[in-house]
């Protein structure tokens, strides 16, 4: 079956220093890999995606992203992170062949202290 | 060009009566997926639609539940006898559906806020 684990449910990080959000998946076939961001009351952005190629993925707002094959993860980093970051962070995966729906984590939670 | 756009934003209804909610996609896409967001949880999928088809309802609750995309209009998400259950952030989603890598990509509307009292 489909699934995707965010195991860290809440992470405090101080302003300007480094972030990583893990992201493990299983997935029967060659995965679509996602970063999704949701601010409070807001609808989900997409910062980054991963579909074939180089397995450092670059995205919006100074993101990036690495699928690992062998670890089965896509783990999303930030070298500085600002007070706009704090928000839920969603990993999802979906089918490379075709329109599959998304199969999403439960979400990381990021908050942003001074 | 216009995202994907759903309305309303908030929605307050008493147990029993019906919900409705409308989603119109990105302009050149005929895919829409519906989302479900209960507080403190990921989104689930729900329901796949193609214009006037419906090519996957396994996430859809077998009761209650609905949804259409019409050939003219927007998609409607329609959930009759509501229950407090039901309470929960809706989104829309949609895709260009074209044939070729990257036709996965989806583009979420702000979500409709559901609130049954």
């Known amino acids: 079956a489909q699934s995707v684990t965010q195991p860290d449910i809440h992470i405090t990080v101080s302003e300007g220093a480094s972030l990583e959000l893990r992201c493990n998946y299983s997935y029967g076939a060659t995965p679509y890999l996602f970063w999704y961001v949701q601010s409070p009351g807001q609808g989900l952005q997409l910062l980054l995606k991963y579909f074939s190629g180089d397995t450092l993925v670059q995205g919006i707002k100074g993101f990036e992203a690495e699928f690992k094959r062998s670890q089965s993860s896509f783990n999303l980093r930030k070298p500085s992170v600002h007070w706009s970051d704090a928000a839920e962070y969603f990993c999802a995966v979906g089918g490379f062949s075709g329109n599959t729906p998304l199969v999403f984590g439960k979400g990381t939670r990021l908050s942003v202290i001074a | 060009n216009a995202g994907v756009m759903q309305n309303p934003r908030h929605l307050v209804r008493r147990r029993g009566q019906e919900a409705r909610l409308r989603c119109s996609p990105m302009k050149g896409h005929s895919h829409v997926y519906w989302y479900r967001q209960l507080p403190e949880e990921g989104l689930k999928f729900m329901v796949y639609l193609q214009k006037e088809n419906i090519i996957d309802e396994s996430g859809m609750p077998k009761e209650r539940f609905s949804a259409e995309f019409p050939k003219e209009g927007p998609s409607i998400l329609r959930i009759q006898q509501v229950v407090r259950g039901d309470s929960a952030a809706y989104f829309c989603?949609?895709?260009?559906?074209?044939?070729?890598?990257?036709?996965?990509?989806?583009?979420f509307g702000p979500g409709t806020r559901l609130t049954v009292l």
């Open positions: 989603a949609s895709s260009p559906g074209r044939a070729d890598k990257g036709t996965n990509e989806q583009f």
